[in-house]
T-cell receptor, first 115, second 116 residues
Framework: AQSVAQPEDQVNVAEGNPLTVKCTYS??????LFWYVQYPNRGLQFLLK??????LVKGSYGFEAEFNKSQTSFHLKKPSALVSDSALYFC?????????????FGIGTKLQVIP | DAGVIQSPRHEVTEMGQEVTLRCKPI?????LFWYRQTMMRGLELLIY????????DSGMPEDRFSAKMPNASFSTLKIQPSEPRDSAVYFC??????????????FGPGTRLTVL
C-alpha cells in the first residue's frame, strides 16, 4: 500500500531564509507526487506536482520541490520565506490501478515564518 | 468557474441528529472525493466516486456514514445518527478526466461540523 510521511509537525523559519518541508513516500509503481497548501479556514490548494521528467519541479508562489528516487523523497523548498507562506502543507502521492486512482495525503506540516 | 461548492459552510447539531453535507464539483470533472480533517487524524479520504460510481469507500468510518452521487453535478455525505466524534471539517474535491490533467485535485472550502 502506498504511504506518505511528513516527519515534522512544524517547521519554523525566519523571514528571508530558505525553507524546506520534508516528505518521503512509498509506492509500488511510479509515483505521482503533489504538494498542497492550506491556509486557515480554507480548503487545500494545489502547489506543484511531479509526474515525470525533470526532478526539480517549480510551482506556485515561488515554491519548488525535488524528486529523489533513491531516497524516495519529495521535499518542498523555497529560497526566501515570506510571512505569508505561513500555512499547513500537505504532501500527497497518487497511484493509478485498474484505471482508477488512489490518493494518500501526509499528516501535514505547519510552516511558521517568523518576521 | 466558481470552483467546488460545499454547503453548508458550518453545521452545528445535536448528537443523534441526521446531518447532510452537500457538494457541487467543478463542471466537467468526473471524479469526486470526500475527506474528513481532524487535528488527531489529519486528512482522511472517506470515499471516491468516478463517473458517479463509488469506487473506493474503504475510508467510510462505519454504517452511520453514507454517500451518494446521483448525477455529475451533485454529491451528498450523510451521517445518521451523528455523534460528537464526527465533529470535523469535511472537504469535497474533484478532478477532471485524467487526459485533461486529472491528477490535480480541486478542493472546496469545507464544511465545519460540530456535533454537541
Amino acid at each position: 500500500a502506498q504511504s506518505v510521511a511528513q516527519p515534522e509537525d512544524q517547521v519554523n523559519v525566519a523571514e528571508g531564509n530558505p525553507l524546506t518541508v520534508k516528505c518521503t513516500y512509498s509506492v509500488s509503481g511510479n509515483p505521482y507526487l503533489f504538494w498542497y497548501v492550506q491556509y486557515p479556514n480554507r480548503g487545500l490548494q494545489f502547489l506543484l506536482k511531479y509526474i515525470t521528467g525533470d526532478n526539480l519541479v517549480k510551482g506556485s508562489y515561488g515554491f519548488e520541490a525535488e524528486f529523489n528516487k533513491s531516497q524516495t523523497s519529495f521535499h518542498l523548498k523555497k529560497p526566501s520565506a515570506l510571512v505569508s507562506d505561513s500555512a499547513l502543507y500537505f504532501c500527497a502521492v497518487r497511484e493509478y490501478s485498474g484505471g482508477y486512482q488512489k490518493v494518500t495525503f501526509g499528516i501535514g506540516t505547519k510552516l511558521q515564518v517568523i518576521p | 468557474d466558481a470552483g467546488v461548492i460545499q454547503s453548508p459552510r458550518h453545521e452545528v447539531t445535536e448528537m443523534g441528529q441526521e446531518v447532510t453535507l452537500r457538494c457541487k464539483p467543478i463542471s466537467g470533472h468526473n471524479s469526486l472525493f470526500w475527506y474528513r480533517q481532524t487535528m488527531m487524524r489529519g486528512l482522511e479520504l472517506l470515499i471516491y466516486f468516478n463517473n458517479n460510481v463509488p469506487i473506493d469507500d474503504s475510508g467510510m468510518p462505519e454504517d452511520r456514514f453514507s454517500a451518494k452521487m446521483p448525477n455529475a453535478s451533485f454529491s451528498t455525505l450523510k451521517i445518521q445518527p451523528s455523534e460528537p466524534r464526527d465533529s470535523a471539517v469535511y472537504f469535497c474535491a474533484s478532478t477532471p478526466p485524467r487526459a485533461g490533467g486529472g491528477d490535480t485535485q480541486y478542493f472546496g472550502p469545507g464544511t465545519r461540523l460540530t456535533v454537541l
